[in-house]
């Protein structure tokens, strides 16, 4: 008998379908030992022949078929896992570390650390503010600087343990009002709150900052560092380091941004001195050698005999026109051989010839002394040590040629620029190495 086609395929498919129904049943549901895949554990303590008290056979658990495929992706899952972690954590400890510092400061040479030196701004920009703050990366370190009038004991902000106080030391009651915050801070430290502390301090011009000397952490205090400016014995690169005294920022001396015409326009004249010509002092014998010698008119001269501690703006643009209008400024000491007119000469490419003589007081001597900061930075100065050698250099100036003027002035202002980045590394280099050193 002949079978349809048709029934015969219903037939077979019919027959798939039963089997498969078969399979499943017993992969997923069915108890029955499959002797050749199913996985016998046998009962350590049962006696020979699997029976224990006449009990049946001791069989394993019910049969996985992906046991061992689970097992080995759930290794494999957590060595990959292990190993992520430990990439992560080399990462981690490559990354550079980071520190956070605030600098307070309750000083004018403040301004000089944060714009000119460190290259920060300020907000508001208006030097006037009532309280003005920045902040920037310097290598490793992240400093947030405070000022103003505002900036009060009790009344900053204090969010990291790191602080650098600026002070001014210079007289009898800028020494009183700098102690008091050094109490406020000598406070925080004994709370806790502040763990590291640094001072960039104006010193006294002939060196006498006695008063300081027990706040060093060396004599028992709590100040770690201290940034002291002129060339005080107590400098010593590890605990005390100089500090230049830079611009008059109190007078409102800006930040100068050189340019081509600052370099390269010819200047009308040898030379400049605007200041106070005091009785009796070095200064009388500089202008007289520039009197005796004619040469007085072929400088920009404007002296005075009563020192002013502020300027009019007119004034200060007059002073900054003179410097950048002069081949020469001329630097006479005053109570101490560094002065604000070094480095506002230099800031406007205008060479700083400069009295290289001793000063009375306590500041050090020796073959470096004075400006033993400058010195050692390789300053392209024009160094005297009397103001009788002053017309012999005028007159070697006037025999220069333009290009060799406008070469001089550009070594003199990359000088400048280089010097201001000696002393940002040095200044983060010193926090890094005594805030932040492990051990």
């Not at 009038?149 to 204090?158: D, E, F, S, T």
């Not at 406020?184 to 010193?203: E, I, N, P």
């Not at 600052?262 to 009197?291: D, Q, W």
């Not at 025999?399 to 620029?417: A, G, I, K, P």
Request: some cysteine; charged content about 25%; overall charge positive.
């Amino acid at each position: 008998m002949k079978i349809p086609k048709r029934k015969l395929f219903l037939l077979i498919i019919f027959a798939y379908v039963a089997f498969s129904l078969y399979a499943a049943y017993n992969v997923f549901f069915s108890n029955k030992v499959i002797s050749r895949v199913h996985r016998v554990v046998k009962n350590s303590g049962a006696p020979a022949g699997g029976v224990r008290g006449g009990a049946a056979p001791f069989v394993a658990d019910e049969w996985n078929p992906w046991e061992e495929e689970e097992v080995e992706y759930n290794s494999a899952l957590n060595r990959k896992r292990e190993a992520f972690k430990q990439h992560m954590s080399r990462i981690e400890k490559k990354k550079p570390q980071k520190y956070k510092v605030q600098i307070w400061g309750k000083a004018a040479i403040g301004l000089y650390l944060w714009e000119h030196i460190l290259e920060g701004s300020l907000n508001p920009t208006d030097k006037v503010a009532q309280w003005r703050e920045g902040q920037l990366q310097s290598g490793k370190v992240e400093l947030s600087f405070y000022t103003g009038p505002a900036v009060v004991q009790g009344h900053v902000p204090l969010d990291m343990n790191s602080l650098v106080l600026v002070l001014n030391g210079r007289e009898e009651q800028k020494v009183l009002y700098s102690t008091r915050w050094l109490k406020h801070v000598q406070a925080l430290v004994q709370s806790r709150t502040v763990s590291h502390v640094a001072v960039v301090l104006l010193g006294n011009e002939q060196c006498d900052n006695d008063w300081i000397a027990p706040h060093l952490k060396r004599n028992g205090g709590f100040v770690d560092l201290l940034f002291l400016v002129y060339d005080s014995p107590w400098v010593n690169d590890k605990d005390v380091f100089q500090w230049p005294l830079g611009v008059a920022t109190y007078r409102e001396f800006p930040v100068i941004r050189p340019n081509s015409q600052l370099i390269t326009a010819s200047r009308p004249y040898l030379c400049n001195f605007l200041g106070t010509v005091y009785k009796n002092s070095s200064r009388e014998t500089m202008m007289h050698e520039l009197k005796q010698s004619g040469l007085e008119k072929e400088c920009f001269i404007a002296a005075r005999d009563k020192w002013l501690p502020q300027e009019t703006a007119d004034g200060l643009r007059r002073y900054q026109t003179a410097l950048a209008q002069s081949e020469l400024t001329l630097c006479p000491v005053g109570i101490n051989t560094e002065c604000y007119r070094i480095y506002e000469a230099c800031s406007l490419g205008s060479v700083p010839v400069v009295e290289d003589v001793l000063t009375p007081g306590k500041c050090a001597a020796g073959p470096s002394s004075p400006l033993r900061l400058l010195k050692a930075a390789g300053a392209p100065f024009i160094f005297i040590s009397a103001w009788k050698e002053l017309p012999a250099i005028l007159e070697r100036e006037k025999m220069m040629s333009q290009e060799q003027r406008v070469d001089r002035r550009r070594r003199l202002l990359e000088w400048y620029s280089s010097f201001r980045r000696q002393m940002k590394e040095r200044f983060t280099e010193a926090l890094e190495e005594n805030f932040f050193r492990s051990g």
